[in-house]
């Protein structure tokens, strides 16, 4: 195996997209968490849907975690 012969590794995202992404996807993450938790402080045991809450918090969260992870590679931490 020679290391001459083999290609070199290219990200799948470029890097300078890295910044909007991170700033985008953990925007969408932050304003779906204030939904979340606006909908929880302002409903009553009575008209709760738990189906509701369980997707906004998922979409949530998935937001968020690869927001995280751009923010992350953008800053130079190569996860």
Same mark, same amino acid.
């Given at each position: 195996?020679?290391?001459?012969?083999?290609?070199?590794? #290219?990200?799948?995202?470029?890097?300078?997209?890295?910044?909007?992404? #991170?700033?985008?996807?953990?925007?969408?993450? /932050?304003?779906?968490? #204030?939904?979340?938790?606006?909908?929880?402080?302002?409903?009553?045991?009575?008209?709760?849907?738990?189906?509701?809450?369980?997707?906004?918090? #998922?979409?949530?969260?998935?937001?968020? +975690?690869? +927001?995280?992870?751009?923010?992350? /590679?953008?800053? +130079?931490?190569?996860?």
């Amino acid at each position: 195996m020679d290391i001459s012969k083999m290609d070199r590794y #290219a990200a799948p995202v470029h890097f300078s997209s890295l910044p909007l992404l #991170a700033t985008v996807l953990c925007g969408v993450g /932050l304003l779906l968490l #204030a939904a979340f938790t606006m909908l929880q402080v302002t409903s009553t045991k009575y008209n709760r849907n738990v189906f509701k809450e369980l997707f906004i918090a #998922a979409t949530s969260s998935i937001f968020l +975690g690869f +927001g995280s992870v751009f923010l992350l /590679l953008w800053v +130079g931490i190569y996860v």
